[in-house]
C-alpha cells in the first residue's frame, strides 16, 4: 500500500524539493572548460596549416583533405561518450559507486577498442579516401596519404 504525505505542508516539501539554482560563477566554472573542448581540433587546424604553410604551398594543399580525414574519424564513437554520461549521472544521482565504475570501465574499454579499429581503418584506406577528398586528383593524392 502506497501513503501519501500526511499534510499540505509535507506536500508541499516534498513537491518543492529541487536543487539550488546554480550560481552564475558556477555555471561559468563548467561552461570555460566545456568550450575548451569545442575550439580545441578547429585551433589545432589552424596552428598545423601556420607551420605547414610554411614549408610549401603543395603541402599546405594537401593538409586540408588530411585535416577533414582526421578531424571526421572519432564522429562514430561520439555516441559513447554521451550515453556514458547520461549512465555515470545517473549511477552518481543513485549514489552508486560500482555503477559508476562499472560504466567508466566498459565506456573506456569501447573508446580504446573503437579507436584502434578506427584507426586502423582510416591507415588501411588512406589511399581510397585521400583521392576521394582530393577528388582524385594526382597531384594531390600522394601528398595527402
Do not use: W
Request: aromatic share 4%.
Amino acid at each position: 500500500m502506497i501513503t501519501g504525505p500526511k499534510t499540505r505542508a509535507e506536500s508541499r516539501k516534498r513537491q518543492h524539493s529541487y536543487p539550488d539554482v546554480p550560481s552564475l560563477r558556477e555555471c561559468l566554472r563548467f561552461a570555460i572548460p566545456a568550450l575548451g573542448i569545442y575550439c580545441a581540433g578547429p585551433l589545432m587546424s589552424l596552428i598545423d596549416a601556420a607551420f605547414v604553410g610554411r614549408a610549401s604551398s603543395l603541402q599546405l594543399a594537401s593538409l586540408g583533405p588530411a585535416s577533414s580525414i582526421s578531424d571526421s574519424a572519432p564522429v562514430p564513437l561520439l555516441f559513447l561518450s554521451m550515453g556514458a554520461t547520461n549512465l555515470v549521472a545517473r549511477a552518481h544521482g543513485r549514489s552508486d559507486l560500482r555503477a559508476q565504475s562499472l560504466t567508466t570501465r566498459v565506456g573506456l574499454a569501447l573508446g580504446v577498442a573503437g579507436a584502434l579499429m578506427l584507426g586502423a581503418l582510416v591507415l588501411g584506406f588512406s589511399t581510397p579516401l585521400s583521392s576521394l577528398y582530393c577528388g582524385g586528383s594526382t597531384l594531390l593524392t600522394p601528398p595527402c596519404v
